[in-house]
């Protein structure tokens, strides 16, 4: 879940694949349209030579990737028409989502709902209600705002729990990383950082000749950026030396139930004759299950869990609950 649009799309993808009973999966995103993602998908994946050939005659023309591979694809496909639509969010997740399934060679069909309201990045309510999260949490976390017009703009259920959230100081941002982060990044020379996925050498060098300047997550991943690494790859990788993330998987080997409807039980049931993973109903018997190279992926993931869960316990003076005495949630 911490990486590029790509590695976050296969893990999805390859474990509702996994599970054997799934027939589609259902994506928000701006065009709406997933003949033309798919048709996307199909050259990203493939990378014919033509396309290839596009995409590095633009970029030898100083053009960014992201512009250059653009440029290539309206080229390869010549359609002027899909110009544009990667530099959207939900549409590159979307044609990841595409991509996944065409490489695990998937049954599941995908279908793209047409995004509304704002857009990803936009800070300004909409009158609608169709606002993004991006405006939600900025409203949520400014101390000065009237947190009573969250109340249209989330839906009915969610917001009693978002203002219980605020009284109780239970909720995490990024700064509340910052000394974790600062800790993690003075006690590591640059080749060690360098071995942390999403870290790049030159990235390495540039965190620690930057480090005097450190004041938090946000504002030294402000300070990294450069013209060829966006803020957000920064972050990703911050993140990754935080949680010592090494790579990402190429697919999630097991399945853990967070919760269930008791009326949707019978699907449980199908889940575990059909399903080509473990699934776990209890973190603790996860090492009677999965097998020794698996078991890397739960304790990294649980790792991260019990961080969030203890930062989160000292922030809002309640009791830490460690992942293996979790209980599931059942409605």
């Not at 990044?185 to 870290?199: P, Y």
Request: with cysteine; hydrophobic share 40%; charged share 25%.
């Amino acid at each position: 879940s911490t990486a590029s649009a790509e590695g976050f799309a296969m893990g999805g993808v390859s474990l509702l694949n996994s599970l054997g009973i799934v027939d589609m999966i259902c994506f928000g995103s701006e065009s709406g349209n997933v003949r033309i993602l798919k048709d996307l998908a199909e050259v990203l994946a493939e990378e014919p030579v033509k396309y290839q050939v596009n995409l590095r005659e633009a970029l030898s023309n100083g053009m960014s990737y992201p512009a250059a591979r653009d440029l290539a694809l309206v080229k390869y496909m010549n359609n002027n028409q899909i110009s544009g639509i990667l530099s959207s969010p939900n549409n590159i997740l979307g044609i990841e989502y595409c991509k996944a399934l065409l490489k695990l060679n998937s049954s599941i069909q995908p279908v793209a709902l047409k995004r509304a309201g704002a857009g990803y990045h936009d800070e300004n309510f909409t009158e609608d209600g169709f606002s993004s999260a991006t405006a939600v949490r900025k409203l949520f976390l400014s101390e000065e705002s009237d947190k009573g017009a969250l109340k249209p703009q989330v839906p009915p259920v969610v917001y009693p729990v978002l203002m219980k959230a605020l009284k109780s100081n239970s909720f995490i941002t990024e700064k509340d990383f910052d000394s974790i982060l600062y800790y993690c990044l003075l006690k590591a020379e640059a080749d060690e950082l360098s071995r942390f996925c999403d870290v790049s050498d030159s990235l390495a060098k540039r965190i620690k000749n930057q480090l005097n300047h450190y004041h938090g997550f946000s504002s030294f991943s402000s300070l990294l950026k450069t013209r060829d690494i966006t803020q957000t790859r920064v972050q990703r990788a911050l993140l990754h030396i935080i949680l010592g993330i090494r790579e990402i998987p190429d697919h999630v080997p097991y399945a853990s139930i967070l919760g269930f409807r008791r009326e949707s039980s019978p699907l449980l049931t199908k889940i575990k004759k059909k399903s080509s993973i473990p699934l776990l109903s209890k973190s603790a018997d996860a090492e009677k299950i999965l097998s020794e190279e698996d078991m890397k992926l739960f304790r990294m993931n649980t790792f991260a869990s019990n961080l969030y869960e203890g930062i989160l316990a000292e922030k809002s003076s309640q009791d830490f609950v460690h992942e293996y005495s979790r209980q599931m949630v059942i409605v």
